[in-house]
């Protein structure tokens, strides 16, 4: 044996092995070390996702009342959503809003709503409030939900509705709030832009339907048969009039004009699309797939004439009246000047008869004088 063999103690075979042996445990502990800190990198990872996850939930514009919240909890409590998009479903939806700061629906306004979910059980309505704050606990809100799974509550934080939209800077940097109709131009352009956002049906709140829309799609109606309006509106999702319609609401907004920025922005940018002046030419074939309904449709009775749903019969008259035909899918009601018209639970008059009829759930619960 060499010297070095003999100061060891080992014959060099086994030095060698050793050395190796050494050099592979080195290697295992490396490995299991970077094993190690993946781990550890991993879960920090997921750990930051979930956080971020978490926190987008909490600051969504949405507030979403479920069916069960409004039966077993107080007006305070909400589900928060991811994102815009996580409260719309998939099928056809229809929208209506509350623009005028109530935390709740009045029993006409109710009757809109549970008319469209009555005659539409594929369709899903949602009743969004322009504000955060929904009162959860009214009888009329109760009484929908309860009544009707296809309807959904919404209050929307609107700072975050509004950000990164078409309409952000006109929301946010403009006097539009000191105009004369601040209120009905703020509702025109939420309409607008839910439905450029979303797709689907719009519909005023003094609208009662009377048979299925969903035979109906990519239309407005006309109110007198020679102007556009905007109380009944559907468009397919990223549907090109919306979207010409949500540029144009800014661009040219007029604050001191009442119609400027709803009925006629409809009838300009339906003009551009159609490539026609004149409103009964604007059908499905001339306007490439949308169309001004008649105003049988939901305009049968034309406001000079609006007390028409108001007028006391005779007790035996229970006729329908001439003007409800097979053409009309709703009645709006001219809410804007009828709205303190007395309506008698035990009379005659034509809007108890669509009342009774067709929201069965909401005149169950109508005071007798509302």
């Given at each position: 044996?060499?010297?070095?063999?003999?100061?060891?103690?080992?014959?060099?075979?086994?030095?060698?092995?050793?050395?190796?042996?050494?050099i592979w445990l080195n290697r295992r502990v490396n490995?299991?070390?970077?094993?190690?800190?993946?781990?550890?990198?991993?879960?920090?990872?997921?750990?930051?996702?979930?956080?971020?996850?978490?926190?987008?939930?909490?600051?969504?514009?949405?507030?979403?009342?479920?069916?069960?919240?409004?039966?077993?909890?107080?007006?305070?409590?909400?589900?928060?959503?991811?994102?815009?998009?996580?409260?719309?479903?998939?099928?056809?939806?229809?929208?209506?809003?509350?623009?005028?700061?109530?935390?709740?629906?009045?029993?006409?306004?109710?009757?809109?709503?549970?008319?469209?979910?009555?005659?539409?059980?594929?369709?899903?309505?949602?009743?969004?409030?322009s504000q955060e704050r929904v009162n959860s606990s009214?009888?009329?809100?109760?009484?929908?939900?309860?009544?009707?799974?296809?309807?959904?509550?919404?209050?929307?934080?609107?700072?975050?509705?509004?950000?990164?939209?078409?309409?952000?800077?006109?929301?946010?940097?403009?006097?539009?709030?000191?105009?004369?109709?601040?209120?009905?131009?703020?509702?025109?352009?939420?309409?607008?832009?839910?439905?450029?956002?979303?797709?689907?049906?719009?519909?005023?709140?003094?609208?009662?339907?009377?048979?299925?829309?969903?035979?109906?799609?990519?239309?407005?109606?006309?109110?007198?048969?020679?102007?556009?309006?905007?109380?009944?509106?559907?468009?397919?999702?990223?549907?090109?009039?919306?979207?010409?319609?949500?540029?144009?609401?800014?661009?040219?907004?007029?604050?001191?004009?009442?119609?400027?920025?709803?009925?006629?922005?409809?009838?300009?940018?339906?003009?551009?699309?159609?490539?026609?002046?004149?409103?009964?030419?604007?059908n499905y074939l001339k306007c490439r797939g949308f169309?001004?309904?008649?105003?049988?449709?939901?305009?049968?009775?034309?406001?000079?004439?609006?007390?028409?749903?108001?007028?006391?019969?005779?007790?035996?008259?229970?006729?329908?009246?001439?003007?409800?035909?097979?053409?009309?899918?709703?009645?709006?009601?001219?809410?804007?000047?009828?709205?303190?018209?007395?309506?008698?639970?035990?009379?005659?008059?034509?809007?108890?008869?669509?009342?009774?009829?067709?929201?069965?759930?909401?005149?169950?619960?109508?005071?007798?004088?509302?």
């Open positions: 044996m060499k010297s070095e063999d003999i100061i060891t103690g080992h014959p060099k075979p086994c030095w060698r092995f050793n050395s190796w042996k050494k490995i299991n070390g970077g094993r190690a800190i993946l781990l550890i990198f991993g879960c920090a990872v997921l750990f930051i996702f979930a956080f971020n996850t978490l926190t987008a939930a909490w600051s969504s514009p949405f507030h979403f009342v479920t069916n069960d919240a409004l039966i077993d909890s107080p007006s305070d409590l909400r589900r928060e959503f991811k994102n815009n998009y996580d409260f719309v479903s998939k099928g056809d939806k229809a929208f209506f809003l509350e623009t005028g700061g109530s935390e709740t629906l009045n029993i006409r306004q109710a009757c809109a709503v549970e008319s469209l979910a009555l005659h539409n059980p594929n369709v899903t309505a949602y009743v969004l409030f009214s009888t009329t809100l109760r009484t929908l939900t309860a009544n009707y799974e296809n309807i959904r509550v919404i209050g929307i934080n609107m700072d975050d509705y509004m950000s990164g939209s078409a309409l952000e800077h006109w929301y946010k940097y403009t006097d539009w709030r000191n105009g004369s109709y601040r209120v009905a131009h703020f509702s025109d352009g939420l309409r607008l832009l839910t439905l450029s956002r979303y797709g689907g049906y719009y519909f005023d709140l003094d609208i009662i339907h009377v048979r299925p829309v969903t035979y109906y799609r990519n239309f407005i109606a006309t109110e007198d048969g020679n102007s556009a309006s905007n109380g009944a509106i559907h468009a397919d999702f990223g549907h090109p009039v919306m979207q010409m319609a949500i540029n144009d609401f800014p661009a040219n907004y007029k604050a001191d004009a009442w119609t400027h920025n709803g009925p006629a922005l409809l009838g300009r940018v339906l003009t551009k699309w159609c490539g026609v002046d004149s409103l009964p030419e604007m169309s001004v309904l008649p105003k049988a449709s939901f305009y049968p009775i034309h406001y000079p004439r609006w007390r028409e749903f108001f007028n006391q019969r005779a007790p035996n008259d229970t006729m329908k009246p001439d003007w409800l035909t097979t053409e009309v899918i709703g009645v709006h009601i001219w809410n804007k000047i009828s709205h303190g018209e007395p309506v008698c639970r035990n009379s005659t008059q034509y809007y108890t008869q669509l009342v009774r009829t067709h929201c069965p759930a909401t005149f169950s619960i109508a005071p007798d004088v509302f």
